[in-house]
């Protein structure tokens, strides 16, 4: 059973820094293409980040040179670091699998807010 | 970055047949698109019900399939159920990026 569970949400002012991760079970993120997608309430799905197995990162515009995604084979772990937050960012954030099948993890509340 | 359009809003009988597209802004959606299609209910976590154009999960009801239609990602419904009012989101790839589409809301009324 293919499992992801996200951590490391909060409560941060704007211009600070979170480091989301994704542990994953059931599937190894070094053979899958992994995304962030986040939600921010009452609104759509964004993209935000992915990974593909052959390591090449991309972002949407808008977190490009804040947003760093990396990934742990040892740990099977994938990462977001978050830097500069702006309240725009306020979201539910998603890692998801979308190779030859796509799994979702239940998500973790980032509130960038003074 | 791709714009990516869908229905903002259907609405099916239940028992009836409606079909759901994805449209890009860049032109036509191919297989190389590898479209996705999910569906969030009020409340839960997006349950994805088709990848790369036409698979499916598990845990897809037969009555959702999908395809390639008129240069556009369709997913289509057949024999609506009350439970498959939801919202239904699907996502293209572009070459290491991926774009979600806006979102449609289907209703079975």
């Known amino acids: 059973e293919v499992q992801l569970v996200e951590s490391g949400g909060g409560l941060v002012q704007p211009g600070g820094s979170l480091r989301l991760s994704c542990a994953a079970s059931g599937l190894a993120v070094n053979y899958n293409n992994m995304i962030w997608v986040r939600q921010a309430p009452g609104k759509g799905l964004e993209w935000v980040s992915a990974?593909?197995?052959?390591?090449?990162?991309r972002y949407v515009d808008s977190v490009k040179g804040r947003f760093t995604i990396s990934r742990d084979n040892s740990k099977n772990t994938l990462s977001l670091q978050m830097n500069n937050l702006r309240p725009e960012d306020s979201a539910i954030y998603h890692c998801a699998s979308v190779y030859g099948g796509s799994y979702w993890g239940q998500g973790t509340l980032v509130t960038v807010s003074s | 970055q791709a714009v990516v359009t869908q229905e903002p809003s259907l609405t099916v009988s239940p028992g009836g047949t409606v079909t759901l597209t994805c449209g890009s802004s860049?032109?036509?959606?191919?297989?190389?698109?590898?479209p996705h299609w999910f569906q969030q209910k009020p409340g839960q976590v997006p349950r994805t019900l088709i990848y790369d154009t036409n698979n499916k999960h598990s845990w897809t009801p037969a009555r959702f399939s999908g395809s390639l239609l008129g240069g556009k990602a369709a997913l289509t419904l057949s024999g609506a159920q009350p439970e498959d009012e939801a919202d239904y989101y699907c996502?293209?790839?572009?070459?290491?990026?991926?774009?979600f589409g806006t979102g449609t809301k289907v209703t079975v009324l």
């Open positions: 990974m593909t197995r052959d390591g090449d990162t």
């Open positions: 996502l293209l790839f572009y070459g290491g990026a991926y774009v």
């Open positions: 860049t032109g036509a959606v191919t297989s190389g698109h590898y």
